[in-house]
């Protein structure tokens, strides 16, 4: 079975700290994905990455940035949190590019900033 | 990006009876997929149809799809309390590698 693992179920942060949040994924999956979630909203894709150092803007990049270093690792980075990333962040990954076949997911991490 | 919508936004039934979620999308798609998600989890993958299929089945799961309408429904059958959840419908759009679009979601709640 394919296992994505994030490093956090929940975290706190404080306004202006530079948070990242890990994403590993276990199946040689060349595709990675990040994406928030926000009542209401649903899901909404941040950057998604289909190779090592590759990466692409999804529809709301502003205010974060990727890192994609190992096939498996695929990292969020907020540079300076703001309260109105507090939000649940789930990070997929899939064997084809868009997700083709089914994205596998994280268990998410739900993000506060205070 | 255009999102599928997903209605109703809520369901509430009795345990044993069927519930039906439905999902309309925009672009013209390869498939659709549906995910289900467990309060505060990740999404897990349950069934994908092609745009050429019209009905598929898993287990107590139903699919159909209509392209010319644009939407597809989702049927769970003789619901369970452990059928409560999120249910999401994704597309993926017909245009080389665009990312799934996700719609916002139907939440269930399954009365024992």
Known sequence: DVKVTQSSRYLVKRTGEKVFLECVQD??????????????????????????????????????????????????????????????????????????????????????VT | SQQGEEDPQALSIQEGENATMNCSYKTSINNLQWYRQNSGRGLVHLILIRSNEREKHSGRLRVTLDTSKKSSSLLITASRAADTASYFCATDANSGNTPLVFGKGTRLSVIA
């Open chain 1, 27 to 112: 199946m040689d999956h060349e595709n990675m994905f990040w994406y928030r979630q926000d009542p209401g909203l649903g899901l909404r894709l941040i950057y998604f990455s289909y190779d090592v150092k590759m990466k692409e803007k999804g529809d709301i990049p502003e205010g974060y940035s990727v890192s994609r270093e190992k096939k498996e690792r695929f990292s969020l980075i907020l540079e300076s949190a703001s309260t109105n990333q507090t939000s649940m962040y789930l990070c997929a990954s899939s064997l084809f590019t868009s997700g083709r076949g089914g994205q596998y997911f994280g268990p998410g991490t739900r993000l506060t």
